[in-house]
């Protein structure tokens, strides 16, 4: 007889500070263990006079240009959550309370490493209630010319995913990984968002990107990368794009067992 799944939380509260990427708003954010069958819920602290709990899941999203955005039915909202919930997706995380005291959660460096990090101190327990997946058991696919994203049969859950851009220092590049065996840690967590010198502008005139800098980015100008520290992988503008659709999928409320594929989509189509 085959063993059963257990859903998993934190085994103690843990605490970090940081600014939103796009809001540059600073904010503290408190990641608490929560009970079995609740998922991932986000409390903004700093609302008062509504309900400011938000459940992270695809029906709630109300924006993703840029960032993954989810809000609850009294307009309270939570941007920039999809390297958060990678975090949770890749280390097997069911349920969570986020505390936040602010619209955005904090872009830390860039990547899901120090969300993880913070997991791992905090400890992971195991729940008694038994561990749900959905099973993909036909192709899904979202086309748009030359983007898409699909979902397909598969006995483990695995991401492809295909980049291409007119830049030299990223131009195109693929990478697959298959989420078992630590690989999440090893192969997708470290990978930082990135962004292209010559838009900074014009984003921030929007609104956006106000909490960007090269402590949160890989900022690419040209054929060359701006950070003294370089890159991490030789792939990483792919592989973070892998981390932002791990995120972006743990939004259906369960782990997904299949494999997606993704060219050139984004939040959007994710």
Same mark, same amino acid.
Request: a neutral charge; charged letters at 20%; aromatic letters at 6%.
């Given at each position: 007889? !085959?063993?059963?799944?257990?859903?998993?939380?934190?085994?103690?509260?843990?605490?970090?500070?940081?600014?939103?990427?796009?809001?540059?708003?600073?904010?503290?954010?408190?990641?608490?263990?929560?009970?079995? *069958?609740?998922?991932?819920?986000?409390?903004?602290?700093?609302?008062?006079?509504?309900?400011?709990?938000?459940?992270?899941?695809?029906?709630?999203?109300? *924006?993703?240009?840029?960032?993954?955005?989810?809000? #609850?039915?009294?307009?309270?909202?939570?941007?920039?959550?999809?390297?958060?919930?990678? &975090?949770?997706?890749?280390?097997?995380?069911?349920?969570?309370?986020?505390?936040?005291?602010?619209?955005?959660?904090?872009?830390?460096?860039?990547? &899901?490493? $120090?969300?993880?990090?913070?997991?791992?101190?905090?400890?992971?327990?195991?729940?008694?209630? $038994?561990?749900?997946?959905?099973?993909?058991?036909?192709?899904?696919?979202?086309?748009?010319? #030359?983007?898409?994203?699909?979902?397909? $049969?598969?006995?483990?859950?695995?991401?492809?995913?295909?980049?291409?851009? $007119?830049?030299?220092?990223?131009?195109?590049?693929?990478?697959?990984?298959?989420?078992?065996?630590?690989?999440?840690?090893?192969?997708?967590?470290?990978?930082?968002?990135?962004?292209?010198?010559?838009?900074?502008?014009?984003?921030? &005139?929007?609104?956006?990107?106000?909490?960007?800098?090269?402590?949160?980015?890989?900022?690419?100008?040209?054929?060359?990368?701006?950070?003294?520290?370089?890159?991490?992988?030789?792939?990483?503008?792919?592989?973070?794009?892998?981390? *932002?659709?791990?995120?972006?999928?743990?939004?259906?409320?369960?782990?997904?067992?299949?494999?997606?594929?993704? !060219?050139? !989509?984004?939040?959007?189509? #994710?």
């Amino acid at each position: 007889m !085959s063993s059963v799944l257990k859903q998993k939380t934190l085994k103690n509260a843990i605490s970090c500070s940081g600014v939103g990427l796009h809001t540059g708003a600073k904010v503290t954010m408190t990641i608490f263990p929560a009970k079995a *069958d609740t998922g991932i819920r986000f409390k903004r602290t700093d609302i008062s006079g509504r309900q400011a709990v938000i459940l992270a899941n695809w029906s709630n999203v109300i *924006d993703s240009r840029l960032c993954s955005t989810v809000a #609850n039915e009294d307009g309270v909202s939570i941007a920039t959550v999809e390297h958060l919930m990678a &975090a949770f997706a890749g280390l097997g995380i069911d349920n969570a309370l986020v505390e936040i005291n602010g619209p955005e959660v904090p872009i830390m460096d860039g990547s &899901a490493a $120090p969300f993880a990090f913070l997991i791992e101190c905090a400890g992971i327990g195991e729940l008694k209630a $038994p561990r749900m997946a959905i099973k993909i058991t036909m192709p899904v696919e979202s086309r748009d010319t #030359n983007r898409f994203a699909s979902l397909m $049969p598969a006995d483990t859950f695995a991401i492809r995913f295909d980049i291409e851009f $007119p830049s030299p220092a990223v131009a195109s590049q693929s990478h697959v990984v298959e989420l078992a065996d630590g690989a999440f840690k090893k192969e997708v967590a470290r990978a930082r968002t990135f962004g292209f010198e010559h838009e900074v502008a014009a984003l921030r &005139a929007a609104g956006l990107l106000l909490g960007g800098s090269l402590d949160n980015a890989v900022v690419v100008s040209g054929d060359k990368v701006l950070n003294d520290s370089g890159l991490r992988y030789s792939d990483e503008f792919v592989r973070h794009k892998i981390l *932002d659709s791990i995120g972006d999928l743990y939004l259906a409320g369960k782990p997904i067992i299949g494999q997606f594929h993704g !060219s050139r !989509s984004g939040h959007a189509m #994710n």
